[in-house]
């Protein structure tokens, strides 16, 4: 590597693998590159890539220098150097994303230019090289994310839009910098550049420019180009509706296989399973692994293997009645598709609380990361549950916080937990146990400050001065835009296979003489698995299992 190279700061626990994120690849490495690019000359000065750019390709220099800058308003900070034998670019080259910086030639000289589609073919048949190229991609966007050198958040953690924005763009993977207006003393100068005020918040600055104030996760999503356009006309193999464990497992396996696959999330890739602190049952992973990452791998595993996303687009119809099936995203575009895939999962039950809205983002959570723990550090807080996600935010969070209250309305944790949990639970002297109780009211003013829980068994009552409850009961299927098109059950989630009994196949009107596939609903090439699915077992394991199994099926639909 040459001697004047100058890396993109990573975090600590990166910094042994600096040489992986910046590698400089071999004569033998470069000339296979050459088959899927073309020689391109380039000039001192020369721009090869802005912000915002589109369809961004990638660089190996062959001669000379490429510098890359993170660019706000009319500022650069210069982020890393490539010399000869190195390349340019992060996980956005195969994502399709807009660019997140500036490219510039330091020197004349010649660089190897591959665009998107040709670096997809390049890291899908070249197993030496893709290994090289996404593990760069994918350590130097966590040297972004941890450095924070992104778009500009401004807000306050005594906003629930704040939290709101901060979760999308973490669980979506993009770097940004939050400016926290209770704490930080330059933040005036900043509001008076970009023209906002107290009222406007949160803000996000995207791209330096643009300025967003309270935003959707719609329009932050295009703001910062997640999504490409769609072609109403194009009748897509498989449209997977929602991108939990089960959806993206359907899109890589889907995707590896040939099949053309777009999928459609509502928040951020990873669903319920995004939010855990921490996994440790799921196989080959040992010392356990966080929701996110697991979803971030996922994601990155979809995206080389060619499967598309909108984000913050969900499914608000699907229209059952003729083929191609339709799904309309509630906001007048719609997407055509020979299969569907239904993978909304579920939500955590809402505690039947009059003001429980009022508190939600700013005292009532539902999720338990990194993020919320830092909101309730050294805090009394409250989980209520008995799940296996109750019991991972418990613990995660008793790491962080001055004690966790685990609220449980049975009598014990045996039926509900895996074994593992419960004897952590039961060995921290920083989580106790309640049970058989309830939480019956929240109190407060613009944060959650008091809670009243109640023994059900006794009746007694007592209120507690708790800021911090994390609510992760039940569940509840998302099934609410199917519009009629599917068998359910009684709770509302979808029947598939032998489930469905002769007379609800006959009320569906099932049209083939052979009986639904395993994970096949009432309607013949719509499928559904996860949580959303009838007679799930509520595992991240059962649910990548589910969505990997039922690709199997979509192939033998597709020749119905």
Known sequence: MPQNTVRMPLPEALASRAPQAFPTLSTDQIERICAHGRLRPVTAGEVLVEPGDESVSLFVVKRGKLQVFRVFGDSETFI?????GQFSGEIILLSGRPALGRIRAAEPGEVLEVDRENLLALVQTDPELGEILMRAFILRRMGLIASQTGDVVLGSDHNADTLRVKEFLTRNGHPYRYKDLDQEAD???????????????PVLICRGEVVLRKPTNAQIADCLGFNSAI????????????????GLAAAVYAASEGLDVLVLETTAPGGQA?????????LGFPNGISG???????????????AQFTIARGAARL??????????????????????????????RKLPLENLSRFEGVGVYYAA???????????????????????????FLSGASRHVHLLVRSDSLASSMSRYLIRRIEESDRITLPTRTEIRALAGTDHLERITW????????????????????????????????????????IKTGSDLSEEALATARWPLARPPFSLETSLPGVFAVGDVRCGNVKRVASAVGEGSVAVSQVHQALRD
Request: proline share 3%; charged share 20%.
């Open 319 to 348: 229209t059952c009645d003729r083929k191609p099936f339709t799904v309309d995203l509630g906001n007048g575009e719609t997407i055509r598709a020979r299969i569907v895939l239904i993978a909304t999962g579920a939500e955590y």
């Open 274 to 282: 995004g939010s855990s602190s921490r996994i440790e049952n799921y």
């Open 369 to 395: 990361t990194f993020m919320e723990s830092q909101l309730c550090r050294d805090e009394e807080v409250i989980v209520v549950g008995g799940g296996n996600s109750a019991g991972q935010a418990a613990v």
């Open 80 to 84: 890393v150097e490539h010399g000869p």
């Open 454 to 493: 109640q023994n059900n068994q006794t009746g007694q009552e007592e209120e507690r001065a708790i800021r911090h409850v994390f609510v992760m009961t039940g569940a509840a299927p998302n099934t609410g835009w199917l519009n009629g098109c599917l068998a359910l059950d009684g709770k509302g989630f």
């Open 187 to 201: 933040m005036q100068e900043l509001l008076d550049r970009f023209h906002v005020g107290l009222d406007d918040i």
């Open 231 to 246: 072609d109403p006309a194009q009748v897509r193999d498989l449209v997977v509706v929602g991108a939990g464990p089960a």
């Open 292 to 306: 996110l990452e697991l979803a971030s791998r996922a994601y990155n595993q979809a995206i080389k293997f060619g």
